[in-house]
């Protein structure tokens, strides 16, 4: 009687000791597993872990449960090192993104360009035909590093065009940052299977990508799209910006890489002197003109109107836009442009860009900082070792031959490649820019005046009172948002008034659950990329999006945003959007949404 006193007093002891360690294992099961799929790790991952997870639990209950302490301890720290273990052997690997969301997507038929034959897939539906990883450049490595680009030669056999190409040459988050950015920024974060891999990057970036309706099509206007990313970062099979919701209303939709950051936008003397045209710093914006001789020579194959072509892009790309617009060796590769969210245009470009002697002192920093004295020797340096001054090397140029003066100066000249232009911005541009450098009232008068010089600072801070912590943050998020996005879309709107362009401006103001108007955030719509079923976009969403898609494929189809409304049961036309008002008025897209005054207009008189 008194053993079984004992071991019932034994076990009643322990039982706390069960109930926590139960409680802990639980824990560490849910953050290894939280890792292993935010870490978009391997099956391969996901069994071992289940595997170890299973032995623990059956060990710690049958055979540790009496031990000594220190026995139980070293079990616990075998288990952590099980795990990382784990995290290591499956940690993602490198695999091409597929051209389109299906598995074993069908093929089309054979496409015959100038380069060879190539197929495409098509979308789930059959409505689109996909033509992904289209070389239209010779890779840029080597003695092609910082030249400009080389048309592509031709290939034998046939293209399977069914992956996109690596991403440009960029300094790459870890899967984990990605993963917490859909949470936390995106709120659109999804579990599952096929994406546990990281997509290449590479110096070898020079692809394109072609959408269009399926089936044979003839003399369709054509959309070349420029992805943003501060020229440092970015890919072009991004799904807001894909080119299916376009294509589906009849327009063929082209996208490309480009050399980004240092590989882009490297400017040197050597470089200058070697160059047949006398060029050095815009590398990127070259490669954007070779892939517009591309569409110019080849699109005609994939159904598309080389008469009839828009350049758009927003951020950065849409910075390039406006570049491109005034470039003499850009002149007849396009008609019309759309541009969201940045411009050069500006006097003072608020970013993206820089004379050339500053490129020039950047690139002897640069060199100093990894002891080269020679562009020979820069280009023998990986391209590991040099993708992190991706920050220093992020500006097009004044280079005398894609730009020879400013475009503001073009501008002013008359001098301008597009027939017509439609260009806009978000309400709350600023918003993921000020996460970690929001304004409150002990600092809100140091940055105006850090901003704006005497008498324009007082000027600011009296249009822009701010009593408490509330408005000095939401004062000083909108300032910003003028300052460094809306200002140079006003500043161009004024030019093409004075150069008799037609010029649509449009102002995007609609919240969601997704990027709400923050920077970017109207490009889901625009082109007609959400998903039918969505828990951060309604009904509401998809109306708006109809609208503005519509907006989009009138005007590369006509130069007009107004005509119809595509893809709706509803009856009616998109109309009232005034052109050219100077900077009077802009066209508002959100909960309201029609023709009416422009917003900041005190502001951009300070400006």
């Given amino acids: 009687m008194d053993g079984e006193k004992k071991e019932k007093k034994e076990k009643k002891e322990r039982k706390p000791g069960r109930v926590l360690w139960r409680i802990l294992f639980v824990l560490f099961a849910v953050i290894l597993f939280a890792a292993l799929e935010l870490g978009k790790h391997t099956l391969l991952g996901w069994a071992l872990a289940a595997l170890f997870l299973a032995g623990f639990w059956w060990l710690r209950s049958k055979k540790l449960a009496a031990s000594k302490r220190g ?73 092609l590093r910082w030249r400009e680009p080389v048309s592509a030669g031709p290939w034998e056999g ?41 997509p290449p990057v590479s110096e070898d970036a020079l692809y394109l990508n072609v959408w269009k309706p399926a089936g044979t099509q003839k003399d369709l206007p054509v959309l070349v799209y420029i992805h943003g990313g501060s020229l440092q970062t970015g890919q072009p099979w991004y799904r807001d910006y894909s080119g299916e919701g376009l294509a589906r209303e009849g327009v063929v939709v082209v996208n490309m890489g480009y050399r980004l950051g240092i590989f882009g936008f490297f400017a040197d003397p050597e470089l200058a002197a070697e160059s047949p045209n006398g060029t050095t710093g815009n590398y990127g914006l070259l490669d954007q003109i070779c892939a517009l001789e591309w569409v110019r020579d080849n699109i005609r194959a994939f159904g598309g109107d080389p008469d009839n072509v828009t350049i758009a892009g927003e ?18 590769l396009f008609r019309r442009i759309i541009a969201e969210s940045s411009t050069v245009t500006a006097p003072a470009p608020a970013h993206s860009f820089r004379l050339l002697d500053d490129a020039f002192e950047a690139a002897e920093r640069t060199k100093k900082k990894f002891n080269v004295s020679s562009v020979a020797e820069m280009r023998a340096l990986p391209a590991e070792k040099i993708v992190g001054e991706l920050s220093v090397h992020h500006h097009m140029t004044v280079d005398g031959y894609v730009l020879p003066e400013t475009p503001y100066e073009s501008y002013k000249k008359g001098i301008h490649n597009e027939e017509a232009q439609l260009h806009g911005f978000n309400g709350q541009e600023a918003a993921p820019f000020l996460l970690f450098g929001q304004a409150n009232l002990k600092n809100y008068k140091g940055k105006i005046t850090g901003t704006f010089p005497q008498p324009y600072a007082d000027r600011v801070l009296a249009l822009y009172p701010a009593s408490t912590d509330k408005e000095a943050k939401e004062n000083w998020a909108e300032i910003f948002s003028v300052v460094l996005f809306s200002y140079g879309h006003y500043c161009w709107e004024r030019q093409a008034v004075a150069n008799d362009i037609p010029t649509y401006v449009y102002w995007f103001t609609k919240h969601n659950g997704y990027l709400s108007d923050w920077h970017s955030g109207e490009e889901i719509y625009f082109y007609g990329n959400i998903p039918a079923k969505s828990r951060v976009f309604d009904d509401e969403d998809r109306d708006l999006s109809r609208l503005m898609k519509s907006a989009f494929v009138n005007f590369v189809k006509t130069g007009d945003p107004n005509g119809p409304i595509v893809d709706t049961p509803f009856e009616g036309e998109l109309s009232g959007w005034e052109k050219g008002t100077g900077g009077n008025g802009v066209f508002r897209f959100g909960i309201a949404t029609g023709f009416e005054p422009a917003p900041y207009r005190e502001l951009y008189d300070i400006l």
């Fill in 71 to 143: 026995v139980r301890l070293l079990a616990w720290l075998a288990l952590f090192v099980f795990a990382a273990g784990i995290l290591w052997i499956s940690w993602p690997p490198v695999k091409p993104v597929p051209a389109v969301d299906a598995r074993n997507p069908k093929t089309t038929d054979v496409i015959h360009i100038a380069q060879g034959d190539l197929t495409g897939v098509l979308t789930k539906d059959g409505a689109v035909e996909v033509y992904a990883g289209i070389p239209y450049a010779e890779p840029p490595v080597g003695d």
């Fill in 315 to 332: 951020s950065a790309g849409s910075a390039c836009v406006t570049a491109l617009a005034t470039s003499p060796v850009a002149k007849g």
């Fill in 158 to 198: 046939v293209l399977a065009a069914d992956t996109f190409a690596p991403m440009a040459m960029q300094t790459v988050d870890s899967t984990y940052y990605g993963s917490l950015a859909r949470i936390v920024g995106f709120h659109d974060y999804t579990i599952s299977l096929k994406d546990n891999y990281r």
